[in-house]
């Protein structure tokens, strides 16, 4: 039975990876602040170290899996804290299990990340440099001061989207895969809660995808599910779109 560990995976996209592993024979070590089998606060050092060690005491060391779903939004209670979650609470698992991944029986990890990692400009922000050079401190300083939650959030997806592809390398010589997935609007609390703000919530609705309307969990978890399957043994390093056509509505000459 594979073992594979998910963040997040309490609600939204993460619950759905969850569920939809569960059935396909994993024994899932979910992640999250509560109703799950580690309870960690990712957007803390701490926090991520305590999750990696329960982690590694629960799979006995040896992982064959992981899902990063866990993120917050532009309604975060900081832009600091949209860094801190979905940079750096996923670079630091992912560096944390990468030994245990190794170890394990056909090994994949995942990312979820975003379309709006595609956002113009997201790579040239003083963030996204400090993000890559695990200055948490720094980066999430340049974001409180910038104070705009959807360039944080942009900036933080295109940033752990980057390093992933950059551990594509030295991961593949350990055996491990590992992929990013980039969905657009998908029905979840999260984008709910977007939906409802009073900044950003005629944006969000605004921006259809070309397919009229927005994802759904389940669909997007079957992706990380092939994904993370066998069947995908040749897929790595690669950035997987899962949104409705956004991506080749905004940008279609990049590819």
């Known amino acids: 039975m594979p073992v594979t560990a998910i963040t997040g995976s309490a ?4 619950a759905a990876v969850s569920a939809v592993l569960r059935a396909a024979g994993h024994r899932v070590i979910g992640i999250d602040r509560a109703n ?47 860094l801190s979650v979905n940079y750096f609470g996923v670079s630091q698992l992912l560096d944390g299990l990468a030994g245990a991944l190794a170890k394990g029986s056909n090994p994949a990890a995942l990312v979820i990340g975003s379309v709006a990692s595609t956002q113009a400009g997201a790579e040239q922000q ?8 695990g200055d948490e401190t720094g980066a999430c300083a340049l974001a409180e001061d910038l104070a705009q939650p959807h360039v944080a959030y ?18 593949a010589e350990r055996g491990i895969r590992l992929n990013v997935v980039a969905p657009g609007a998908v029905e979840t609390p999260l984008h709910q809660a977007s939906l409802d703000d009073a900044r950003f919530g005629k944006a969000v609705r605004d921006f259809v995808a070309p397919l009229g309307r927005s994802g759904r969990p389940e669909e997007i978890a079957t992706l990380v599910a092939f994904l993370q399957s066998t069947q995908a043994s040749f897929i790595h390093g ?9 991506d080749a509505m905004v940008r279609p000459q990049r590819f």
């Open 11 to 14: 609600s939204g996209i993460g």
């Open 36 to 82: 799950a089998e580690v309870l960690a606060d990712l957007s803390t050092a701490a926090g991520r170290e305590a999750a990696v060690a329960a982690v590694l005491e629960q799979c006995n060391g040896v992982l064959d899996g992981l899902v990063c779903c866990a993120g917050v939004g532009v309604t975060a209670p900081s832009c600091g804290l949209i």
């Open 126 to 133: 003083p963030m996204t440099e400090l993000m890559l050079g």
């Open 154 to 171: 942009a900036c933080s997806k295109y940033a752990i989207t980057q390093q992933a592809r950059r551990l594509a390398k030295p991961w």
């Open 238 to 246: 690669s950035v997987v779109f899962i949104d409705g056509g956004m």
